[in-house]
């Protein structure tokens, strides 16, 4: 079946706009996690949500950073007024359940801010 | 300190021989590991997980995990240049999972 995908695949925006990041789950998995990736490093945690209920979101850098998954499905992580250390790979993962279970990422999208 | 640590590597074996791969975590919360295999400008894809003590086998892949001394391991046995890539380590626990930095490998023909 179809897996996780993610669009934009690459995003370039001048620093102070507004960004909007969309994941779309694995039909019928429950939890979608929004991580953050640099390079060299292992992914950093964003925010987790069951269903459409935001359960964490401790990993969010700065209250630039929002994330909404309204009808229990598709995510958007929306970025304001970026800044040049945004600038990273955002990884968005689903699960059948919490994150004790398997998690299966998507693609990515590239973030450059100039 | 990070939550899950991994050497940095890189770590290179030749064709054929047994990769091992190493993680520590500090959480002892943590109920759930996983190992995720990351080629370069890729995502990381899953490949092994473990919840209990001991080995668990699938494939070429061992993971290996000792809660009372916070660690994990993944062996690959008869490793093949495709296994070339970056391994993760991460530890879930209360809805949230670590991620370490990952540990290179690179399987020399």
């Known amino acids: 079946g179809a897996g996780v995908s993610q669009s934009p695949r690459y995003k370039v925006a001048k620093r102070g706009q507004d960004v909007a990041l969309r994941c779309d789950p694995i039909?019928?998995?429950?939890?979608l996690f929004w991580y953050q990736q640099a390079l060299g490093q292992g992914p950093e945690f964003l925010t987790y949500f069951q269903n459409e209920a935001q359960l964490d979101k401790s990993g969010l850098p700065s209250d630039r950073f929002f994330a909404e998954r309204p009808e229990g499905s598709v995510s958007t992580l929306k970025i304001q007024r970026t800044q040049q250390e945004d600038s990273a790979v955002y990884l968005c993962?689903?699960?059948?359940?919490?994150?004790?279970?398997?998690?299966?990422f998507g693609p990515g999208t590239r973030l450059t801010v100039t | 300190q990070k939550e899950v640590e991994q050497n940095s590597g890189p770590l290179s074996v030749p064709e054929g021989a047994i990769a091992s791969l190493n993680c520590t975590y500090s959480?002892?919360?943590?109920?759930?590991f996983f190992w995720y295999r990351q080629y370069s400008g890729k995502s990381p894809e899953l490949i092994m997980s473990i919840y209990s003590n001991g080995d668990k086998e699938d494939g070429r892949f061992t993971a290996q995990l000792n809660k009372a001394s916070q660690y994990v391991s993944l062996l690959i046995r008869d490793s093949q240049p495709s296994d070339s890539a970056t391994y993760l380590c991460a530890a879930a626990a209360a809805g949230k999972s670590t991620f370490g930095d990952g540990t290179t490998l690179t399987v020399k023909p």
């Open positions: 039909s019928g998995h429950v939890s």
């Open positions: 993962a689903s699960s059948q359940g919490d994150s004790s279970y398997e998690q299966y």
């Open positions: 959480d002892r919360g943590s109920q759930s």
